[in-house]
């Protein structure tokens, strides 16, 4: 269930288009996507939430905010990182990711290092 309403995802494509020309990809963006609503102000979906699926719901929120804090450790916004981290305590759950996340807010130089190291061409 997302936003108390249930959803069908149809998995056959509907369109098609080229994502390799022109700005039609985001990938390279140089600015970070806001955080989506329901990461920052999750109280209205929590407590209307059923309890059974609190724990998924909670995990799902986690998996997200996570996801966001990555971005905003690249873009060295660690305001917003810690945000999400104080929100989202269940991001500790994702041990790997929430290792990273960790080390970027701690070593925040390493960052671009790392980026050109992923790029260098290993001989």
Known sequence: MILNH???RDLEPLCWYHSE??????ARSKAATPVVPI????EYIRKNCPAVHRYKLERYLSRLALSYAHR?????DFN???ELLNR????KKYRWGYFKLRVKMGLPA???LVRRT???KHV
């Open 110 to 112: 390493l960052i671009p």
């Open 88 to 91: 989202h305590p269940l991001m």
């Open 21 to 26: 020309s022109g700005g039609l990809t985001s």
């Open 39 to 42: 990461v920052l102000d999750p």
């Open 118 to 120: 992923k790029g260098a």
């Open 6 to 8: 249930r959803v069908f």
């Open 72 to 76: 905003y450790a690249n873009m060295n």
């Open 80 to 82: 917003m990182v810690s």
